[in-house]
T-cell receptor, first 111, second 116 residues
C-alpha cells in the first residue's frame, strides 16, 4: 500500500495558485517527501522534494507541516500546461528500497 | 544531458513470444527500477536493483525477470508474455543528476506493450 494519500482529482482556474495536498502520517524520520507529475503518458517528471523545511524552486513550492504528517505542493500561477497527474511519495534519500506510488491527483487547469 | 532511455517505445507481440525491453542511464546511478502503469492503478513497481548483480522484487514481479550485469543497463525480460502484461512500462534510475546535487528519480519515456 502507498504510504501517502491524495485526493483523486482537483480543478484549478488558470492563473490561480494550485494547492495539492498529501497526507503521509506514517512518514519516518529519514524519509523525504517527493513530488512528481506525469503529463499524459509521458515519464513522470521530478518537481520538488523536502525533509522538514519548506522548499521552493522554479516550478513549485513545497510546504511541509511541522509534524511532517502532511504536505502541500503549490503551483503559484497554474497554466494549462500544468494539467497532469501529480504524485506524492515518501522515501529515504540514500537507502534503496521498494518505492510505492499511489494513484496521485489528477489536476485539471481550467481556462 | 541526464537521460534514461528505453527501447522499444512501442511493441506489439503475441502470447508466449519472449521479449526484452532495454533500459539504459548515463548518470552512473546505482539504483534502477521498472514500473508498469495501468489505467486507474498508478505506477506499480515490478523490480528494482540496488547495484550491479543486486535485484529485488517490487509489488508486481510475477511474469517478469530482470538482470543487472552492468551499472548503466537494466533490461526487463518477459519470458512468456501474456495479455495481462499489456501495459505502459517505465524504467527509472535514482540518484544525483549529471550537474545537480539533489537526489531524484529520473524516468524513461515509457514503452507501450501490447500482447495479443
Amino acid at each position: 500500500d502507498a504510504k501517502t494519500t491524495q485526493p483523486t482529482s482537483m480543478d484549478c482556474a488558470e492563473g490561480r495558485a494550485a494547492n495539492l495536498p498529501c497526507n503521509h502520517s506514517t512518514i519516518s524520520g529519514n524519509e523525504y517527501v517527493y513530488w512528481y507529475r506525469q503529463i499524459h503518458s509521458q515519464g513522470p517528471q521530478y518537481i520538488i522534494h523536502g525533509l522538514k523545511n519548506n522548499e521552493t524552486n522554479e516550478m513549485a513550492s513545497l510546504i511541509i507541516t511541522e509534524d511532517r504528517k502532511s504536505s502541500t505542493l503549490i503551483l503559484p500561477h497554474a497554466t494549462l500546461r500544468d494539467t497532469a497527474v501529480y504524485y506524492c511519495i515518501v522515501r529515504p534519500l540514500i537507502r534503496y528500497d521498494k518505492v510505492i506510488f499511489g494513484p496521485g491527483t489528477s489536476l485539471s487547469v481550467i481556462p | 544531458e541526464a537521460q534514461v532511455t528505453q527501447n522499444p517505445r512501442y511493441l506489439i507481440t503475441v502470447t508466449g513470444k519472449k521479449l526484452t525491453v532495454t533500459c539504459s542511464q548515463n548518470m552512473n546511478h546505482e539504483y534502477m527500477s521498472w514500473y508498469r502503469q495501468d489505467p486507474g492503478l498508478g505506477l506499480r513497481q515490478i523490480y528494482y536493483s540496488m547495484n550491479v548483480e543486486v535485484t529485488d522484487k517490487g509489488d508486481v514481479p510475477e511474469g517478469y525477470k530482470v538482470s543487472r550485469k552492468e551499472k548503466r543497463n537494466f533490461p526487463l525480460i518477459l519470458e512468456s508474455p501474456s495479455p495481462n502484461q499489456t501495459s505502459l512500462y517505465f524504467c527509472a534510475s535514482w540518484g544525483k543528476g549529471l550537474a545537480d546535487s539533489s537526489y531524484e528519480q529520473y524516468f524513461g519515456p515509457g514503452t507501450r506493450l501490447t500482447v495479443t
